[in-house]
Each structure stands twice: as C-alpha cells, then as structure tokens.
C-alpha cells in the first residue's frame, strides 16, 4: 500500500457498510473507526498510553485552538504534534472552522477568508484558506481539514447555497496551497439538510477533485448542529453514495452509538465527537441498557459493572457503587474511569462493526442494537 491508499476489505451485502484501511505516515486505520477528540492537545483525563490500551487507532485535535495556544510555531518547533504530545499513532486536525463560526457575534466573513476574535484574550485575526493551510502544516498532523464555511440549523436555502459555493472555492485554494506529501488534505460537504445543496456541494468537490492532485478523503460537514438526528438520515445516505468509493467518508461531530451504527449503515468510514468525553465528566456513561447517570440514587448499593459486556479497566475493576461515590465526591478518578469506559465502548463498537462487516453479521448487528433497550436512549 501507498500512503493514504485506501482500501476497501469488506462490504455488506444488505447494506452500503464497508470495512476498510486507510494509510497514513503513523500507521494504519482500521475503519470503521472512532476518533477521540484531543482539543487543546489532549484528551481530557486521559493519557496516551491509556487511549493506546483502549485501542484508539486516530486522535483529532483542533486548529483553532492550538493556533491561539500554544501557537502552532511553538508546536512546528517541537517536531510537530505527535512529538509535542507524545502520540505515535495517526492524527487528525480540523480546520478549526465549526469554532470560528460558532462565535457569531465576533465573525466577519468574506470569500477571502475569515475574522475571528480569540476566546483567549479578544486579539483579532484573520484566516484565508491558505493561512489555515500553513498553520495545519505547522502542526503536523496525518489528515487535515479544509477550511470551510459551516451553517447553522434552521438555515435559508440561499445562506446554504452561498456556504456550499464559497467552501468549494475555498477547497480549492487549500489544495493549491497545500504542498506535504505527509499530510492528507481532506475536503469537506457542506449543504445543511437540502439534499440538493449537498449533492451540488458533492459535484463541486469532485470538480476540484479531477482538476487537481485530488482529495485523498471527504469530510461530510454540517451535520451534527441542532437538527434533528432522524433529519440527517433523510439526506446522508444519497450523500455517502456520491462521494468516491475508494476515499474514506468521515462524518464530522457525531458520536452517540445509534447513530455511530446507522451511519455505518449508509456507507460512512470515520467519526469523531466529544460526546463520550464530555458526558463522562457529568457522570454519565454508555451501556447497551442505555444511558447511565451515575448521580442518580439507584446507584448507591450497586455493584455491578457498568456494563457487563465490557472489556474497559473501568468495567473490570469498579462497581456502580463505587463510581457513584466518586462522582458524588467529586473525586478526579471519577472522570478518569468514565471516560475510559465511554471511550472504550465506542471504540469497541466500532470494531465490532468491522468484524461484522467482515464476516457478513452487519445486519444482525444493527438489528440487535436497534431492538435493544439502548436504542431509544442516544
């Protein structure tokens, strides 16, 4: 295999799933796969060596943040990314796009580019899609995002339109600008829930995508923002099904399990969100019961695992009893151990994805989860 040569293992039958590996400078990703999100540079309460026993093949970490701190010239000077952090595995940054749109109220936006303010202390800056390039580039990481302009849900046809033209062009100045070989340039769908824009947004990449180097990969963006999940899959999978088969297909910002498997399901390879992190430093956990809020009374006499079918130290050495006395404590090895476990479980989806992929078991897979107590809980 060549790097980021994408190849597809497995397929279902019943279904667009596929079971693949992506190349990469650092090693080989196995997909489907989870990618735990490390913002700043780290996943919080977690450190490299636990996410590498919980089988985490990918992290992503954020442009916009490390560019404010510690600055990506500090990172560059370090060695890059994986120096700086001391991860031997692949990474991922985005563009930090999604971060500069949120913040409305400081955004000035034109087809050259983007203002934002630092949420650090208020200094301005201005980003073209060629300075978000150079500052990825500093960074270092394996897969990098274009700069795109992500909209918000409701959102007017018109502003979707304008979106979806300005992020094609700014794909295609990010690949001009963009010159590592070591690096894979990833360009992003945009197009809310119209499922015209979206295929339009599809045909302008594959435009860009034939004119030039290419796009070793897609990210589908603007999902994930207010709208209703059962929305996203009125459009995903016709979405899926028009980029290249042979690239992987990554749906930015979605992480609750139910999803995780449906996308699967339309043809989707790589997934990242902050979800099973963040969830877990309010004391909520995954299982295949459902979600778990571990401040809730019933758990005081617990001793059971969190879940019984789980493989995570968390699960292996910790009752329910214990973890909702943590919680309640306020103790720190609270968000250590959950989100190991929320970690772990997604993680550990994923791979049971590929294997049913793999073995032709996908369909029951799904059909299990999806009458499963879970289903209605994410």
Same mark, same amino acid.
């Given at each position: 295999?060549?790097?980021?040569?994408?190849?597809?293992?497995?397929?279902?039958?019943?279904?667009?799933?596929?079971?693949?590996?992506?190349?990469?400078?650092?090693?080989?990703?196995?997909?489907?796969?989870?990618?735990?999100?490390?913002?700043?540079?780290?996943?919080?309460?977690?450190?490299?060596?636990?996410?590498?026993?919980?089988?985490?093949?990918?992290?992503?970490?954020?442009?916009?943040?490390?560019?404010?701190?510690?600055?990506?010239?500090?990172?560059?000077?370090?060695?890059?990314?994986?120096?700086?952090?001391?991860?031997?595995?692949?990474?991922?940054?985005?563009?930090?796009?999604?971060?500069?749109?949120?913040?409305?109220?400081?955004?000035?936006?034109?087809?050259?580019?983007?203002?934002?303010?630092?949420?650090?202390?208020?200094?301005?800056?201005?980003?073209?899609?060629?300075?978000?390039?150079?500052?990825?580039?500093?960074?270092?990481?394996?897969?990098?995002?274009?700069?795109?302009?992500?909209?918000?849900?409701?959102?007017?046809?018109?502003?979707?339109?304008?979106?979806?033209?300005?992020?094609?062009?700014?794909?295609?100045?990010?690949?001009?600008?963009?010159?590592?070989?070591?690096?894979?340039?990833?360009?992003?769908?945009?197009?809310?829930?119209? $499922? !015209?824009?979206?295929?339009?947004?599809?045909?302008?990449? @594959?435009?860009? =995508?034939?004119?030039? %180097?290419?796009?070793? +990969?897609?990210?589908?963006?603007?999902?994930?923002?207010?709208?209703?999940?059962?929305?996203?899959?009125?459009?995903?999978?016709?979405?899926?099904?028009?980029?290249?088969?042979?690239?992987?297909?990554?749906?930015?910002?979605?992480?609750?399990?139910?999803?995780?498997?449906?996308?699967?399901?339309?043809?989707?390879?790589?997934?990242?969100?902050?979800?099973?992190?963040?969830?877990?430093?309010?004391?909520?956990?995954?299982?295949?019961?459902?979600?778990?809020?571990?401040?809730?009374?019933?758990?005081?006499?617990?001793?059971?695992?969190?879940?019984?079918?789980?493989?995570?130290?968390?699960?292996?050495?910790?009752?329910?009893?214990?973890?909702?006395?943590?919680?309640?404590?306020?103790?720190?090895?609270?968000?250590?151990? $959950? !989100?190991?476990?929320?970690?772990?479980?997604?993680?550990? @989806?994923?791979? =049971?994805?590929?294997? %049913?992929?793999?073995? +032709?078991?996908?369909?029951?897979?799904?059909?299990?989860?999806?009458?499963?107590?879970?289903?209605?809980?994410?």
């Amino acid at each position: 295999m060549t790097v980021f040569d994408f190849q597809i293992q497995a397929s279902d039958p019943l279904c667009a799933a596929r079971a693949g590996v992506f190349t990469t400078p650092h090693g080989e990703l196995r997909t489907p796969v989870f990618m735990p999100v490390g913002t700043k540079a780290t996943v919080k309460a977690m450190t490299p060596e636990q996410l590498r026993h919980l089988g985490a093949q990918i992290l992503l970490a954020n442009t916009y943040h490390l560019f404010l701190r510690p600055g990506d010239e500090l990172i560059r000077e370090a060695g890059g990314l994986h120096a700086f952090m001391n991860w031997d595995r692949p990474l991922l940054t985005d563009s930090g796009g999604f971060q500069v749109f949120s913040l409305a109220d400081t955004l000035k936006l034109s087809d050259d580019g983007v203002g934002f303010a630092s949420i650090v202390d208020g200094q301005r800056f201005h980003w073209t899609p060629e300075d978000n390039v150079a500052v990825q580039n500093h960074i270092g990481a394996d897969i990098i995002m274009q700069l795109d302009q992500c909209t918000p849900y409701p959102c007017e046809t018109a502003t979707l339109h304008q979106a979806v033209v300005r992020s094609a062009e700014w794909a295609r100045r990010c690949r001009v600008a963009h010159q590592r070989p070591d690096q894979a340039l990833f360009a992003i769908v945009q197009g809310g829930t119209d $499922l !015209t824009e979206r295929l339009q947004s599809v045909q302008r990449l @594959l435009e860009i =995508d034939s004119q030039t %180097a290419g796009f070793p +990969g897609f990210g589908i963006g603007g999902y994930s923002v207010g709208e209703p999940h059962q929305l996203m899959f009125e459009t995903l999978p016709a979405v899926a099904q028009a980029l290249p088969v042979d690239r992987p297909r990554y749906l930015m910002g979605v992480g609750n399990p139910t999803t995780l498997l449906r996308a699967v399901a339309c043809g989707v390879d790589m997934f990242d969100c902050v979800l099973p992190t963040r969830t877990a430093r309010t004391g909520t956990v995954f299982s295949h019961q459902g979600r778990m809020n571990l401040r809730n009374a019933r758990y005081k006499n617990d001793f059971q695992p969190l879940d019984d079918s789980c493989d995570c130290p968390t699960c292996q050495g910790f009752s329910r009893a214990y973890l909702h006395h943590l919680v309640m404590a306020r103790e720190m090895l609270a968000s250590v151990a $959950l !989100t190991q476990h929320n970690l772990r479980f997604l993680l550990r @989806l994923m791979e =049971d994805c590929r294997q %049913a992929i793999c073995t +032709g078991r996908f369909g029951q897979l799904l059909a299990q989860w999806e009458n499963s107590a879970a289903v209605d809980d994410f």
